[in-house]
């Protein structure tokens, strides 16, 4: 079965015959957790698809946070991408170097602040260097566009929503990191935070959306493990993962099965075990 929203995902395909048309963009959204030791921007300055700009979600947000890379304001996300170039009007596409990961999360980022107009690459540049479609080490100048902000707040759960949920559970918590981490026997990549998961969520690993190449899995895929993890698409859900960037994965597979709006937890697992009165499970 198709996916039913399928304008949220392009092919390399797609991209290629699109690289000259004026209304796209190309963004390298990028981004890689400190214990990998790789640099975004020393990786896209070597190389990224012809005419992309670099979007680093640690700097195009809330930077008085001591959270990582919150939403920043509506004023600012639009001064920030209108200087990469990338306004009203514009067809965003997103991707990242590692398949389909962080480009996500900007996929999500433009759609709070009202820009349905984008998807993600799938596959990312890995697939398009397997193809060995072009790449380019120039420099990109773009030209400063108007971005109007319209925020979506339906798409963002903060920390009051989320605690509250917990209570009432009008909302599924999907927790979309790994089992590990869910259940606690796996430590979490930030030392300083404890394991386990809130009480009444549900565990459905981001990995699940993933082929082995990075590409998303199919629309029958995704149902299933949907329905593996106990998660019913008839309710309402909500996404959170370790730091808000691999639960825009889930909300991305929801989005192309036809669940259009599924929010985020921002902050996501950071938030919830840096507060000392958070439950958490096992304790």
């Known amino acids: 079965m ?6 949220a995902l392009v092919s390399t395909e797609w991209l290629a015959a699109h690289l000259e048309a004026p209304d796209v963009h190309i963004v390298d959204g990028s981004w890689h957790m400190p214990a990998a030791k790789r640099d975004a921007r020393a990786e896209y300055d070597a190389q990224h698809i012809p005419g992309a700009v670099l979007f680093d979600i640690d700097a195009i947000a809330d930077t008085g946070s001591d959270l990582p890379h919150m939403l920043p304001g509506p004023e600012d996300f639009a001064a920030l991408v209108g200087g990469l170039g990338l306004g009203d009007g514009n ?37 398009w260097l397997q193809e060995g479609r072009s790449v380019s080490d120039q420099p ?10 319209r925020v979506n707040t339906f798409l963002v759960r903060d920390y009051g929503q989320v605690r509250a949920n917990v209570e009432r559970r009008r909302e599924q918590f999907i927790d979309t990191r790994s089992a590990g981490r869910f259940d606690g026997s796996a430590p979490e990549p930030r030392p300083e935070l404890r394991s386990g998961h ?7 690993p981001y990995t699940a959306f993933l082929n082995r190449d990075k590409t998303m899995v199919s629309a029958d895929a995704i ?7 106990g998660v019913d698409r008839d309710r309402p859900m909500f996404t959170s993962c370790g730091s808000g960037v691999t639960a825009c994965i889930v909300s991305l597979g929801l989005y192309l099965i036809g669940n259009k709006d599924v929010p985020v937890f921002d902050g996501s697992w950071t938030e919830w075990a840096s507060h000392p009165d958070a439950p958490i499970e096992p304790s």
């Open 2 to 7: 198709p996916y039913e929203n399928p304008e």
């Open 91 to 127: 067809r965003i596409v997103v991707y990242d170097t590692t398949g389909v990961s962080a480009a996500a999360r900007v996929w999500w980022m433009f759609r709070v602040f009202g820009h349905d107009d984008v998807a993600v690459l799938d596959g990312g540049l890995a697939k």
């Open 198 to 204: 809130a009480p009444g969520s549900l565990n459905l």
């Open 140 to 149: 990109v100048r773009p030209q400063q566009r108007h971005f109007t902000p």
């Open 223 to 229: 149902r299933a493990a949907l329905d593996a993890a």
